[in-house]
């Protein structure tokens, strides 16, 4: 593969280092149609903690007629064993962390709603009625050592309920934080962010006393504004992103979420910027262009294109 570099300027307004949280394996597979093999999901994931992914989500533990993409859960993880990067996986409720225990499991994530239709359509559940189903889980795993990340959905718009107030998120995002989280992935599942919006979410985090250390950003790319909400979330001092190989994703409860926010585009961009993050490209685009064969499409990801 020939190299591109970009050509870097350092920012030292920037952080001089972020963390890549590589969603692929999970929320890039999961609105798959076709099921993906254990065994290629398995080689998915070694290939990008071998590309330097510092963490990899591999796959959640939700009832199968919820994800049938996900139903593996367990054979995929007894097939990967141990990795030397911790490998998260998704608990929608006490029983979904019971399964994750028995196979191992010490990083775990449960995931919330802003809205209240897409916590009855995502969850079963009302707005305030999955925290409550949420407070369990996150108890017992803390207590057991685990660490506990949670996601909001829906941050920044919902395609039934329309523009999701500020406050909201910030309410959602503080009793999960105060339940045990230990960080918070703020998320824009519809891609309809814009830079001025994340700036306005982060700053109202802050000043509910949230440190920007526990908050994370989880983009899509529906309106070609990930790449920008992620410069705007570092300015506001963001050092964590979720990203998704090859931008594959989308969410099968809400049919506008189209693709995440590329790894390679963010790491592209994170270069130039002088950022450090450890993750080689080069690595990275082989695995997407390997993961796209597999699919039998090409990669929506500019810098696959650009470099695959």
Avoid at 50 to 75: I, K, M, Y
Avoid at 209 to 225: E, K
Avoid at 262 to 277: K, P, R
Wanted: hydrophobic share 45%.
């Amino acid at each position: 593969m020939k190299r591109r570099l970009p050509m870097v300027e350092r920012d030292p307004a920037l952080p001089e280092r972020v963390t890549i949280y590589e969603v692929g394996p999970r929320d890039g597979l999961q609105n798959e149609s076709a099921i993906v093999p254990t065994k290629v999901k398995a080689e998915f994931v070694r290939r990008l903690v071998a590309a330097g992914l510092p963490l990899v989500e591999t796959t959640s533990f939700v009832h199968p007629r919820w994800v049938p993409q996900l139903a593996d859960a367990a054979d995929l993880l007894a097939d990967l064993g141990e990795l030397a990067v911790p490998t998260p996986v998704l608990v929608p409720n006490e029983k979904g962390l019971e399964r994750a225990l028995a196979a191992g499991v010490r990083h775990v994530a449960v995931f919330a709603s802003a809205t209240e239709t897409f916590a009855e359509k995502n969850l079963a559940s009302t707005y305030d009625d999955q925290f409550a189903m949420f407070e369990p889980v996150v108890e017992k795993a803390t207590r057991l050592g685990l660490d506990v990340r949670a996601y909001v959905s829906m941050c920044f718009g919902d395609p039934w309920e329309g523009p999701v107030q500020v406050a909201r998120v910030v309410a959602a995002g503080r009793r999960l934080l105060d339940m045990g989280a230990s960080q918070l992935s703020i998320g824009d599942t519809i891609g309809v962010a814009t830079p001025g919006h994340v700036r306005s979410l982060v700053d109202a985090f802050s000043g509910a006393g949230v440190d920007v250390d526990r908050l994370a950003m989880h983009f899509h790319d529906t309106y070609g504004q990930a790449l920008a909400n992620t410069y705007a979330a570092l300015e506001s001092g963001i050092t964590t992103f979720d990203a998704s190989a090859g931008g594959l994703g989308g969410c099968p409860y809400a049919e506008s979420a189209t693709g995440n926010l590329a790894t390679e585009d963010l790491v592209w961009m994170l270069d130039g910027l002088g950022i450090e993050h450890g993750v080689r490209l080069d690595d990275l685009v082989r695995t997407s262009v390997w993961m796209a064969e597999q699919l039998g499409r090409e990669s929506p990801s500019a810098v696959v294109r650009a470099l695959g």
